[in-house]
Nanobody, 119 residues
Framework: QVQLVESGGGLVQAGGSLRLSCAASGRTFSSYTMAWFRQAPGKEREFVTSISWSGVSTYYADSVKGRFTVSRDNAKNTVYLQMNSLKPEDTAVYYC????????????WGQGTQVTVSS
């Protein structure tokens, strides 16, 4: 079992920045690929970014490429999402998720943190 707790959300003006954190507890953090998803009101949850267990490989949705950066600190059991040049369309609840290495399903999810970008 892995427990995930997100923090760092809030209200920011367009063009601003926020840094989200996801603290993990439970089994070995480095055994998991970590990802961020988001869900805007009335829309389905969508993939934002993922990072491999080592931090070497990262993937981004086209909508956030060049603006968002994912990173992880395995010593602190934490994954981060640095969000720059925020747009109103980035407004959503952001979720952290963990996928065991060798599987293709994100088994563990945090409770989410709200990000609101005002125009």
């Amino acid at each position: 079992q892995v427990q995930l707790v997100e923090s760092g959300g809030g209200l920011v003006q367009a063009g601003g920045s926020l840094r989200l954190s996801c603290a993990a507890s439970g089994r070995t953090f480095s055994s998991y690929t970590m990802a961020w998803f988001r869900q805007a009101p009335g829309k389905e949850r969508e993939f934002v970014t993922s990072i491999s267990w080592s931090g070497v490989s990262t993937y981004y949705a086209d909508s956030v490429k060049g603006r968002f950066t994912v990173s992880r600190d395995n010593a602190k059991n934490t994954v981060y999402l640095q969000m720059n040049s925020l747009k109103p369309e980035d407004t959503a609840v952001y979720y952290c998720a963990a996928r065991p290495i060798g599987t293709n399903k994100y088994d563990y999810w945090g409770q989410g943190t709200q990000v609101t970008v005002s125009s």
